[in-house]
């Protein structure tokens, strides 16, 4: 397997760029420019009460790994200033950031490397080693803990010492409280200084202060030694453990008896088996496969089996000048994410699935609370209980409500392509009778059909509408879904279900499928090309000389959506079902590689060149999700059922101008490894491996 394409070091402060994202799916950190300095920390399913708006919110949690040098009694942190030669190198192979840097103070030069890398293996585990070199003799100090400056929220105990031992397992443990009582988080760490008289050095451990809980070295230091902190924290969310911080006592104690370069090691092997996920882009521009790493590495990193709160649109990154969307759970995680994860990775694409299936008695309530039947998805889902948390007035809550049809359809494709009996009967069939059931309620029989009135779609317009092409055509392919899964296990099928399927009303002028009824070019936001996602990735079946005629009148107006989150990194793969390739090339780069900005390949949620004005905010996974969707499915017209797999590739792959072939080393279809590969012009194909996975 060739490795990963990764970003070219940076060098500098970073300017607006968004520092450094690292993740394992549980923990996500911000890791600044100078790593020592705190950055942001997110962990699944840690919420607190957001200060302006009042509602349930993705918190920031104490940072887990920063630190601190002295040189004579001079600190880094009181003169960053004094700081030259940052440079940063990301290894998306293995999820290390590795930072450099150089400080000098009292007419002495400290070299630093650092490393920070989370651990899938032991999703609780955020790990950084502290590498030193002096130019000449000095008093050095260096810490290691964990900060809580600046942090919402309290600490409600801490310790230092292990009850009944002798000897403390742990440098530090906290149990921190979010704001507004909603949620806490366990927090522990150990370290270890190594290096010449380093080693007999014994830590300084105060008791916890407004800067945090942290340990101090100090020791003499001469040039031409290398001397190295390690330092490990485990972070465990109250969602996970009642006694939060007991639990991450435990992990951390743990750790340190395993070691520091076996879990280096853990995570190194846990990643080479994701990257046998990897999509290569044969014949493609070295450009594209970069992207196309970049934005396989982002969405994986932000996914784990351990994940207790799925995931949000920027997965478990946050930065000091966006915090929109608050990290609730939304449809396009279903929409963009759980596709393309089901196939490589659909462990944690089951994770992200069990949220929203925990949560389905709040589905149901949220459903009565609008005054109908079945199970309503929320717009925006608290990741503590699933329930509606939009912020106040709710107005996008009001009629924005094809949640629930992209969190359905998600369920039938993991179903489908994994083949799980058990998942079929005791996870699909409630949600998609459920949804089922709620789209009876909320279809109306008019003249022309059955009509969803007074819908937004996927357009977030001012006023809502009447027969939204999307949330139509979207209730149709569910209800398909729902009736043959009934079928399929004995159950009993609504024949409600199969009247609306037959009957319900696509907004049409002439052989074109329309945003809505009443639908103008002009209108707001009028270029948006909703139909063409009930096409695909949807799966909304249009006679071709229909779906040919839709295409061709949104292929039209792209120029006027392009550079807008979601829906412009698809555009590639429509105009490829036109068979147009040069045109699929050419909207596969504005409408996706255009939104890459900063450093290491982070894709923003604006186009930066289309929209200025709006915040650099990353990585998107709508975008990246949509984009690698296209490579997976789009491009192939790779399309899953409950059929076999040998047909899932009926009709030839339409690739971009130049691209020979997309291919796979492994995939997961059926509970079993197979190979994929789609060339230019022929059916997809799915190749079963001669290997042994357990």
């Not at 200060?51 to 949690?61: D, Q, V």
């Not at 103070?105 to 502290?130: K, M, N, Y």
């Not at 927090?187 to 202060?209: C, H, I, K, N, W």
């Not at 009565?368 to 309503?376: C, E, H, I, N, S």
Request: glycine share 10%; proline share 6%.
């Amino acid at each position: 397997m060739s490795k990963p394409v990764s970003p070219p070091p940076v060098s500098g402060e970073g300017g607006q760029d968004l520092p450094a994202y690292v993740s394992n799916g549980l923990i996500g950190l911000r890791v600044r420019c100078q790593p020592l300095q705190a950055g942001m920390a997110l962990v699944s399913g840690y919420v607190g009460e957001d200060p302006e708006r009042r509602i349930e919110a993705a918190a920031s949690a104490p940072y887990p790994l920063a630190g601190d040098i002295a040189i004579d009694g001079v600190w880094l942190s009181d003169l960053g200033h004094q700081i030259s030669e940052l440079e940063q190198t990301y290894d998306f192979a293995c999820g290390e950031l590795t930072s450099r840097f150089v400080f000098s103070a009292r007419g002495r030069r400290v070299s630093c490397s650092v490393l920070t890398f989370a651990s899938r293996e032991d999703p609780t585990l955020v790990c950084q080693e502290i590498t030193l070199g002096v130019d000449a003799a000095c008093e050095l100090q260096v810490r290691a803990g964990i900060a809580t400056a600046g942090v919402l929220g309290r600490a409600l105990r801490f310790w230092r010492d292990t009850p009944g031992e002798a000897e403390a397992s742990a440098d530090g443990v906290v149990l921190w409280e979010a704001a507004g009582e909603l949620s806490r988080v366990g927090l522990a760490y150990v370290s270890q200084m190594s290096g010449g008289a380093a080693a007999e050095a014994e830590p300084t451990r105060p008791a916890l202060d407004a800067s945090g809980l942290i340990s101090t070295y100090g020791f003499r230091a001469r040039a031409g030694s290398t001397y190295r902190l390690r330092q490990i924290t485990s972070l465990v969310p109250g969602a996970l453990h009642t006694r939060p911080d007991e639990q991450a006592g435990r992990m951390v104690a743990k750790a340190r008896h395993d070691g520091f370069d076996a879990i280096r090691a853990e995570n190194r092997a846990v990643w080479d088996e994701i990257w046998k996920g990897r999509i290569k882009l044969v014949g493609a521009e070295p450009r594209w496969q970069a992207l196309a790493d970049a934005a396989f590495f982002y969405l994986n990193s932000s996914v784990h089996a351990s994940s207790c709160a799925s995931t949000s649109i920027f997965g478990l990154a946050t930065w000091h000048d966006y915090h929109y969307y608050y990290g609730h759970v939304m449809w396009d995680i279903e929409a963009f994410a759980v596709p393309v994860l089901t196939f490589v990775q659909p462990q944690a694409a089951a994770a992200l699935l069990d949220y929203r299936f925990r949560n389905l008695d709040r589905a149901r309530a949220n459903a009565k609370l609008m005054g109908r039947a079945g199970a309503q998805f929320p717009w925006e889902s608290s990741p503590s209980l699933g329930e509606e948390c939009a912020p106040l007035p709710g107005t996008a809550a009001w009629h924005e409500d094809h949640a629930s049809l992209d969190v359905a359809r998600a369920f039938t494709l993991f179903a489908d392509v994994t083949g799980q009996g058990e998942f079929r009967l005791e996870k699909a069939w409630p949600v998609l009778s459920g949804v089922a059931d709620w789209i009876a309620s909320r279809a109306h029989h008019g003249s022309d059909g059955y009509e969803i009135r007074a819908s937004m779609g996927i357009a977030e317009r001012e006023e809502p509408v009447d027969n939204a092409a999307f949330s139509n055509m979207a209730a149709v392919v569910v209800l398909e879904d729902a009736i043959r899964l009934g079928e399929r296990l004995g159950r009993h099928v609504d024949p409600r279900w199969r009247a609306i399927a037959d009957g319900m009303a696509v907004p049409r002028r002439g052989d074109v499928v329309i945003s809505h009824d009443g639908y103008r070019r002009t209108e707001e936001k009028g270029a948006t090309p909703d139909p063409l996602m009930g096409i695909w990735p949807f799966g909304f079946a249009l006679p071709p000389r229909e779906e040919q005629a839709t295409l061709r009148f949104y292929l039209d107006q792209a120029d006027r959506y392009l550079g807008s989150p979601m829906l412009s990194a698809l555009y590639g793969a429509w105009a490829a079902r036109t068979g147009d390739r040069a045109l699929a090339l050419r909207l596969l780069d504005e409408g996706y590689a255009k939104f890459e900005s900063g450093r290491f390949g982070q894709i923003l949620e604006y186009r930066p060149d289309r929209f200025p004005e709006q915040p650099r905010a990353g990585p998107f996974f709508a975008n990246m999700g949509g984009f690698l969707s296209a490579l997976l499915l789009g491009f192939p017209r790779l399309e899953p059922s409950d059929a076999g797999p040998e047909a899932w590739g009926g009709a030839p792959a339409v690739l971009p101008q130049g691209w020979e072939a997309i291919e796979i080393d492994r995939i997961w279809v059926r509970g079993r490894p197979v190979r994929f590969i789609a060339r230019q012009g022929e059916p997809a194909r799915l190749i079963p491996l001669e290997e042994n996975f357990s």
